[in-house]
């Protein structure tokens, strides 16, 4: 099992960057791909960002492609987010998740995703 906790949200204005941070508890961390999911005020969840167990492959929403990053350091049992040239649309809670499947195929689907993080508010003024 793992449990995830986010951190690094906040209010940014439009342009501006930040740095999510999910920290994993337990030594499986580095068997799973983790993703970063995203839920806006009345819009259902989404795929924004996956990176696989090895941090070798990626894969990202076309939106957030050359704006946003995704890796991990797994000493560290970390997980993070690097957001570029935010949007006002970007606005959301932001969650990081572990994906229980090796397949990248299935990372885009919120079902892949067997533990999930409380969620970190990000907030962008136009």
């Known amino acids: 099992q793992v449990q995830l906790v986010e951190s690094g949200g906040g209010l940014v204005q439009a342009g501006g960057s930040l740095r999510l941070s999910c920290a994993a508890s337990g030594r499986t961390f580095r068997y799973y791909p983790m993703g970063w999911l995203r839920q806006a005020p009345g819009k259902e969840r989404e795929f924004v960002a996956a990176i696989s167990a090895s941090g070798v492959n990626t894969d990202y929403v076309d939106s957030v492609k050359g704006r946003f990053t995704i890796s991990r350091d797994n000493a560290k049992n970390t997980v993070y987010l690097q957001m570029n040239s935010l949007k006002f649309e970007n606005t959301a809670v932001y969650y990081c998740?572990?994906?229980?499947?090796?397949?990248?195929?299935?990372?885009?689907?919120?079902?892949?995703?067997?533990?999930w993080g409380q969620g970190t508010q990000v907030t962008v003024s136009s």
């Open positions: 998740a572990a994906a229980q499947t090796i397949y990248s195929s299935t990372w885009r689907s919120s079902g892949t995703y067997a533990y």
